[in-house]
């Protein structure tokens, strides 16, 4: 993630800040007032009844409930968003204090509303009018992006860089491969539930690691590194690179809880320009590299492996360890060379390293026609393997096959797909 300097980070702390003094203001205002009104008329009134009513409640039992009450107010008036929300939460507990103070009166317990009445009302004004205006590109893209990019954007000029505009961005979509196994398992509600807690833990890592997350279908998360402010390809690369590998740690996480359900997820991570800005409906974007970050996040099913990126993500990503696969055509589009993502880079330790190194040299080997040599550094990318690798695998058994046709086939790439350039 791009390094945090303290010109990036004030905003926000700022309006934190701000936000905690207001709701202190607001807290303070509607408990001097419920104090007042109970000390200057509170103590004199007694709701009518039958029998004599004792005071069991004291002089400062009283002053201090109404203070509380009054302070409570005040601060949930300023989380409440609206004047209908305010007044209404407002006049349902006016009227739970009056008739609470009748029913308490029938027991013997003369306990007066007023200045109960009176905290709530200060603080609900106090609070209401305390609220700092919220421009309209804020709702946008509130909890769409972390603190510290709202800060970024406000600092650079808020709505004047979100403006409509076409730029090379990083998407990174994580997509549920099993979800039509789940849905067919699970009672409706049990796979909306999972549903929902999956997009909220992948878009909570993706906007922590930087990420602008945009809406998706439910079983799908994506983040756009690069947006809404923009940044060099390579910087929003390398940041989608390292907010891959910790999402698919965390979804390991995720799917390893007491008695969850077997989740199965593909990453893919795309490379393009894309169109993006501040519209009528929202800040939207649009873009071949969104729906190709998709289809790559689809291939986990194929390949079994969890994350994979396009070539231009492969050559433009400075801090990634990944793998060459295949070259192959997506839905719509050009043909597509596919990486598999295996770590950060320094996430690899040497012998993996090493193994990486011989996987690549034998693809290499199978584009050229030299299925023999391929299987032979096949072969050396097995060694010290300690856990199943489905890839190299596939590889072996590609090459095995070139190898039984005596080789020749292997100048047209790997059987279905188009030959590199």
Known sequence: MPNETSETTNPPERRERRGRVRGFLA???????????????????????????????????????????????????????????????????????????????????SWGPVGVVGGL?????????????????????RGRVSGVVLGRVEAAGGEMVLVPD?????????????????????????????????????SRVLRDCGALTDEAEPGVVRGIFGLPLGMPVGEAADAAVMAAVALDDVLREFAERPGAEPVEWGIGLACGTLTAGLGATG???????????????????????????????????????????????????????????????????????VRRDAFRDAVVLMRAGHAEDALRRFGDAREGLVVPDPVLERFVSQAAMEVERGGGAGRRNLSRNAARP
């Not at 007694?46 to 509380?68: D, H, K, Q, Y």
């Open 121 to 141: 009302v200060a603080g609900v004004v106090a609070g209401g009018l305390l609220v700092p205006p919220v421009a309209e590109w804020v709702k946008w893209l």
């Open 283 to 353: 800040y939207s974007v649009a873009g071949d590299a969104i729906e190709r970050s998709k289809w790559l996040a689809q291939l986990r099913g194929e390949y079994q492996v969890r994350m994979f990126t396009d070539e231009v993500v492969h050559r433009v990503a400075e801090r990634s360890e990944d793998r060459p696969l295949e070259v192959l055509h997506p839905p719509e589009g050009a043909a597509v060379e596919v990486y598999q993502l295996l770590a950060q880079m320094g996430g690899l330790s040497g012998e993996a390293q």
């Open 166 to 202: 076409a730029r090379e961005a990083v998407v990174v979509t994580c997509r549920l491969v099993n979800e039509t196994a789940l849905r067919g398992r699970l009672a409706a509600g049990a796979f909306l539930k999972l549903n929902a807690e999956f997009a909220a833990v992948g």
């Open 27 to 109: 807290g303070l205002m509607g408990g001097v007032a419920g104090v007042m009104v109970e000390w200057w008329m509170g103590m004199d009134w007694v709701p009518e009844r039958p029998v004599v009513t004792e005071w069991v409640v004291s002089v400062a039992g009283r002053l201090a409930v109404a203070g509380v009450i009054g302070v409570l107010a005040g601060v949930v008036a300023m989380k409440v968003g609206g004047w209908g929300q305010r007044l209404g939460a407002g006049l349902a507990a006016v009227v739970l204090a009056v008739t609470q103070s009748v029913v308490l009166a029938r027991y013997g317990i």
